[in-house]
């Protein structure tokens, strides 16, 4: 079974601070999907951004941007430039190529910006 | 664009009752996906839907949990009889596509909380 480990329960930087979480994951497959989710205090899960394991490029969204290593199966999330409205939990999440279309999460990862 | 509708946002109720949870997937969705988030599991898939069939619903808790999508816009998870152990966020997803793995979008989640 595919596994998820967040290993930052909290953070917290400054405003315009860049910060960086990680993700690692353990599977067997060689095609999948992962994503990270964000939850701000109002509780709604907002996809911040996704990367196909078959692209070698990492993914960008505007100020987000992953740091994908599949030899070492990690995940890392980048967030530049810091805003106050980024203050949330942030979930990374896997999900298969083949089978189930399952949404397989870590334990989340608490970040505060700080004015 | 009005994204993945959930009702009641929260609910409180006392043990033994039923309880009914609704979800309205986005428009030309045609997978739709419930997760329970809780303190202790983390977010976990219950059980989604394909074109308003159950494809996967191994993460059911037990037969006092059941599902049904009658119609490509309306979906329910029922509860009966509720305990206090049910008390937790329960979230809507939806996404477009099965074998093309797209994203899946959450709504706001309901707050259950059985006394």
């Known amino acids: 079974a595919q596994t998820v480990t967040q290993s930052q329960p909290e953070m917290s930087v400054q405003e315009a601070e860049t910060v960086t979480l990680s993700c690692t994951y353990d599977?067997?497959?060689?095609?999948?999907?992962l994503f990270w989710y964000k939850q701000p205090p109002s509780r709604q899960m907002i996809l911040v951004i996704r990367?196909?394991?078959?692209?070698?490029q990492n993914a960008t969204e505007n100020r987000f941007s992953v740091n994908f290593q599949k030899a070492a199966k990690s995940f890392s999330l980048k967030i530049s430039d810091s805003q106050l409205g980024d203050t949330a939990m942030y979930f990374c999440?896997?999900?298969?190529?083949?089978?189930?279309?399952?949404?397989?999460f870590g334990q989340g990862t608490r970040l505060t910006i700080n004015p | 664009d009005a994204g993945v509708i959930q009702s009641p946002r929260h609910e409180v109720t006392e043990m033994g009752q039923e309880v009914t949870l609704r979800c309205k997937p986005i428009?030309?969705?045609?997978?739709l996906f419930w997760y329970r988030q809780t303190m202790m599991r983390g977010l976990e898939l219950l059980i989604y839907?394909?074109?308003?069939?159950?494809?996967?619903d191994s993460g059911m808790p037990e037969d006092r949990f059941s599902a049904k999508m009658p119609n490509a816009s309306f979906s329910t998870l029922k509860i009966q009889p509720s305990e206090p152990r049910d008390s937790a966020v329960y979230f809507c997803?939806?996404?477009?596509?099965?074998?093309?793995?797209?994203?899946?979008?959450f709504g706001p989640g309901t707050r259950l909380l059985v006394l």
């Open positions: 997803a939806s996404s477009f596509g099965d074998a093309s793995r797209e994203t899946q979008y």
């Open positions: 599977t067997s497959e060689s095609n999948y999907y």
């Open positions: 990367q196909e394991a078959y692209k070698q």
């Open positions: 999440a896997f999900m298969r190529e083949e089978g189930a279309q399952k949404l397989v």
């Open positions: 428009s030309g969705h045609n997978s």
């Open positions: 839907f394909n074109n308003n069939v159950p494809i996967d």
